[in-house]
């Protein structure tokens, strides 16, 4: 190797054995992370495994091409010899190959295993993917409740700088405990979404009438963040995942607190509501459950998402204002809310509308209160 100067050969050198070790070192921003559980780090150990196999492999196979290419090159007289076929050559090389496969294919299995075992958790949450938030439905305490993305509208339009957590943020992340198995029992309400916590080594399709499954058991708390996978429509990179695990206590007070939290909002639908009341608390709902589509300002953006302004069934069709809230619109973006908000929500949802931009001086001016909310679901028994 006289022609190869030092300096390109210790490129070479380099590249063959320093370039992949800093890359695949598990601090490298290049590698896939370790996550934090215990088949988080399995499934990483296995991915250094299979890629220091296959990193070899291409030593090895391209080593001997390229110095074949070189030392027999035409250009020194290189004769090609004639060999049909060799036996025992052949006969290691295939056998070569399917010791490396099995040898690969074990510990594949092993790990896949454990990842993909669906047995009953301490703890079974179900979460279902909307376009775009998730819900997170925690099946033995009947705690139910929606994340949405708390990134503001400033920020994403580049008026003010951006947060640390730019669109990693939620206003109510998902809350488990730390070292009990927690499995998700994963769906999607509209179309596919996927759910996924890298720290977790957790990412599951989220498809309309399947239920897929995961589990996880996080060693130590923190807030772990993640996002929807699955292109589902304009706000898909608007729909993030964050997890707060705590200890067992902190979660246990957690718990009491959302069935109190929950039990004081049934006891709203009994209060007498004004107008301006209403409004109020519908402002709050509408920015967070419908403004991705009929924008802040009410005018939508047609023709895909109606203008809620001027809309004759928001003015004047209390009625079918109420179903379409209710039911959603088959078929298209507008889904039921008869599940995502509580009726006292709903109706305040409903009245802002109505009494929002120019719709309160050119409507009927009626206002809706939670208890026609409570009669519509006994009416339709939802
Ligand atoms: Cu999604």
């Not at 035409?74 to 004639?82: L, P, V």
């Not at 979404?193 to 995961?214: M, R, Y």
Request: aromatic share 12%; glycine share 6%; net charge negative.
């Amino acid at each position: 190797m006289k022609s190869i100067s030092r300096v390109t050969r210790k490129f070479i050198y380099a590249l063959l054995f320093l370039a992949p070790t800093s890359v695949f070192s598990e601090a490298s921003d290049y590698n896939m992370p370790v996550g934090v559980t215990e088949v988080s780090k399995e499934i990483f150990d296995l991915h250094m495994l299979i890629m220091w196999i296959c990193v070899w492999i291409g030593v090895v196979v391209f080593g001997i091409m390229f110095y074949s290419l070189f030392k027999y090159r035409k250009s020194t007289g290189a004769k090609a010899s004639k060999i049909d076929d060799h036996f025992w050559l052949e006969i290691t090389w295939t056998v070569a190959a399917t010791l490396i496969l099995v040898g690969m294919a074990i510990p594949s299995t092993t790990v896949m295993i454990k990842a993909y075992d669906d047995r009953e958790g301490d703890i079974n949450i179900m979460v279902t993917g909307y376009q775009w938030k998730w819900q997170y439905k925690y099946l033995e305490d009947d705690i139910s409740f929606f994340s949405n993305l708390s990134t503001s509208q400033e920020q994403i339009d580049n008026d003010i700088p951006k947060g640390e957590f730019y669109l990693s943020e939620v206003d109510e992340p998902l809350v488990i405990p730390i070292n009990k198995r927690i499995r998700f029992l994963i769906t999607g309400n509209d179309v596919i979404h996927s759910w996924w916590v890298p720290d977790f080594a957790v990412k599951q399709d989220a498809v309309p009438g399947f239920i897929n499954t995961a589990w996880t058991n996080v060693p130590k708390p923190g807030i772990y963040r993640g996002a929807c996978t699955e292109l589902c429509g304009i706000k898909h990179a608007f729909m993030p995942v964050v997890v707060r695990a705590v200890e067992q206590e902190e979660y246990d007070a957690w718990v009491v607190e959302k069935i109190a939290l929950a039990e004081a909002e049934r006891l709203l639908n009994e209060k007498v509501w004004t107008k301006a009341e209403l409004v109020e608390r519908g402002e709050g709902v509408y920015l967070k459950n419908c403004v991705a589509c009929h924008q802040t300002n009410g005018q939508g953006l047609p023709p895909v998402f109606p203008a809620l302004v001027g809309s004759e069934i928001v003015m004047r069709d209390k009625t079918r204002n109420i179903e379409i809230l209710m039911e959603g619109v088959r078929g298209a973006a507008m889904q039921s809310f008869a599940n995502q908000l509580s009726e006292v929500d709903m109706a305040s949802v409903i009245t802002y509308t109505r009494q929002s931009w120019s719709n309160g001086k050119n409507g009927d001016g009626e206002i809706i209160i939670p208890q026609e909310i409570v009669d519509y679901k006994n009416k339709v028994d939802l």
